[in-house]
DNA sequence: TTGAAAGCGCTAACAA
DNA sequence: TTGTTAGCGCTTTCAA
């Protein structure tokens, strides 16, 4: 009745012996096929590995099998809110597929990005998703995959040879302003972004498009990296120009909750006498103060799409620009009620 | 020239083949040991694996060493802003060790963090570490590790056969009152907290306690979930109590968000009409406005905590409680300086 | 210094 | 319906 209480792991062998079969039935009951086993064995086989609590091991499987059900995902901020929710929607989607992830963060390290890229597909992932801090904007070296689909996460537009994914960046920036200018009758928007999506950033063409078809000069731009530190400081430069914007368009959630920060500090009222609109448009920008007029990619929509691309074998490599939403809140002077 | 283009991985055979030599010598080679190899013919080697992109199969070295290099992270809610941080931490510090994390979010759903246990046990992680939404409070059936290293997580305190980390949260609590009690002189401290973390939860009887050693009246307590919308709402119902309460306590940095949106929305001077402290310290709380005063949990610490145990062969069960730090900043009615 | 070969735990083709 | 067995790609002992 004792049954190896080692170190060692039990095995299908150990089942097999215990139930007085041999391993491919054991396999069989497991796996529920490809053979059917007669009632009364599968149950002496289930009550086996009840007994000796046998887990089955998954690598030894992924191994014999060529697939490992796990997929690997490589961002550059897991702390940005729009990546840590992109992580999560990603994480659902591959979880209704019976898929695991692996995720590891490059924090925009180029050279991080390529190794861990290269160990994930050593360990042999089914497919991997990449929000690379330079290959979305760069065509570079042709990446390591060999057969491993790959889906290049959070991308401005095409990268030859690769699938990718991204939010209609410049449709979504003209939304923003165009929703300034219009309901607001701001004259000087200011435009706040960071670095590494396109050059230029399609959101800043998008800025600058809207304010000329408007008839309006480009507004003050400052550049900074994609955190709320970022959006902190480079609010704070802004508001030192002269003539200081009359309004700010900021291009990603992370930093808009320092500009806000910012505003709030030099005491300006921000729905007021600085109407702000961000972009992302995550659950995190409703619940800044005030809540967040936001431009939102549609995450799940990406998430789910990224997954197709990696399952379906081999379609020509392909760019899906999502069409974004502006979501109105207060921050833009609009008074929306509460969440 | 022509190297194989076929969806088959090349392995070590090709390698081996190609360079002339056993397939023992490549993985001398590749694993720079543990018989060594002459220098010529390990360049021969090299050539070969860089010629044929040979990409070594992780897995099947787990397989055959036993050890996978992966640990496997299951948490209720990677949202929540501690989390997501620990999460981060967690990763940082398996990077260290050479291990990549394989993560899952149970949704705070107890039938799924079993399976997800479960799962990742049969993955052969190295490590497991788990924020469970039961077991860190109730002792119950062993889980089902056979052999592989568990940590529990943010843990109210020692759970019985197991490794728990935790905050000493009854002392963060009572620092974080004493603070609104003895500097800003508030009589009547609300509280707002969620369920799960221990019964009752160690903040709250931090809470109780430091009111009832400065001979104040219990304030009012709401319960709702870990969210800011729990919080949104729980202050919403401290609000309508009368006498409201004049300061609020809130048990994390989720909620906290939720309450001084909520504050905010009745048109209430955080830092000066109703003073907020709460508990968790994330990077988050510094960027909400007012920035958040709050109870810093040592994240970095702890991870690194975390990995030890489970790296520690077979110490004996035992938990460990980090303590915590209160950050001022103005949401209590201190006056800090910008971040 | 190198090679042959056993075996990690599993699946599935093939045989019985 | 069940059993035997050949691998999946790798590491490492043992022998040469």
Do not use: W
């Given at each position: 009745?004792?049954?190896?209480?080692?170190?060692?792991?039990?095995?299908?062998?150990?089942?097999?012996?215990?139930?007085?079969?041999?391993?491919?039935?054991?396999?069989?009951?497991v796996n529920d096929g490809p053979r059917s086993v007669a009632p009364d064995t599968a149950a002496r086989v289930?009550?086996?590995?009840?007994?000796?609590?046998?887990?089955?091991?998954?690598?030894?499987?992924?191994?014999?099998?060529?697939?490992?059900?796990?997929?690997?995902l490589v961002m550059p901020d897991s702390m940005n809110p729009f990546f840590t929710e992109l992580s999560l929607a990603i994480e659902s989607s591959a979880a209704t597929r019976g898929q695991r992830m692996l995720v590891a963060d490059s924090h925009g390290d180029t050279d991080l990005e390529e190794q861990l890229v290269t160990?994930?597909?050593?360990?042999?992932?089914?497919?991997?998703?990449l929000v690379s801090s330079f290959r979305r904007s760069t065509p570079s070296a042709p990446l390591p995959v060999q057969g491993t689909p790959l889906v290049l996460l959070d991308c401005p537009g095409p990268v030859p040879g690769h699938h990718s994914i991204g939010p209609d960046a410049h449709g979504g920036a003209f939304a923003a302003v165009d929703h300034l200018i219009r309901e607001h009758d701001q004259r000087r928007v200011g435009f706040i972004i960071g670095e590494g999506f396109g050059t230029p950033d399609p959101r800043q063409l998008g800025w600058e498009r809207c304010l000329q078809d408007a008839g309006l000069r480009r507004g003050p731009i400052a550049v900074a990296p994609w955190t709320a530190a970022g959006g902190y400081g480079a609010t704070k430069d802004l508001l030192s120009r002269s003539p200081a914007p009359d309004s700010i368009f900021v291009a990603s959630d992370a930093q808009a909750?320092?500009?806000?920060?910012?505003?709030?500090?030099?005491?300006?009222?921000?729905?007021?006498?600085?109407?702000?609109?961000?972009?992302?448009g995550t659950q995190h920008s409703s619940w800044t103060w005030p809540p967040l007029t936001s431009v939102r990619q549609p995450v799940e929509a990406m998430a789910e799409k990224a997954l197709d691309l990696v399952h379906s074998p081999s379609t020509a490599p392909s760019h899906h620009a999502f069409d974004t939403h502006l979501i109105i809140r207060t921050s833009c002077g609009c008074h929306a009620s509460s969440p």
């Open positions: 009745m004792s049954h190896p209480t080692n170190p060692r792991n039990i095995t299908r062998a150990d089942v097999a012996r215990y139930a007085g079969v041999s391993t491919a039935v054991v396999s069989y009951v289930r009550e086996a590995m009840r007994v000796l609590r046998y887990q089955p091991d998954l690598n030894a499987r992924a191994l014999k099998k060529g697939r490992s059900q796990t997929l690997g160990e994930l597909l050593g360990r042999r992932v089914d497919g991997l998703l909750v320092g500009a806000l920060h910012a505003l709030h500090e030099a005491g300006i009222d921000v729905g007021g006498d600085c109407p702000v609109v961000s972009f992302d």
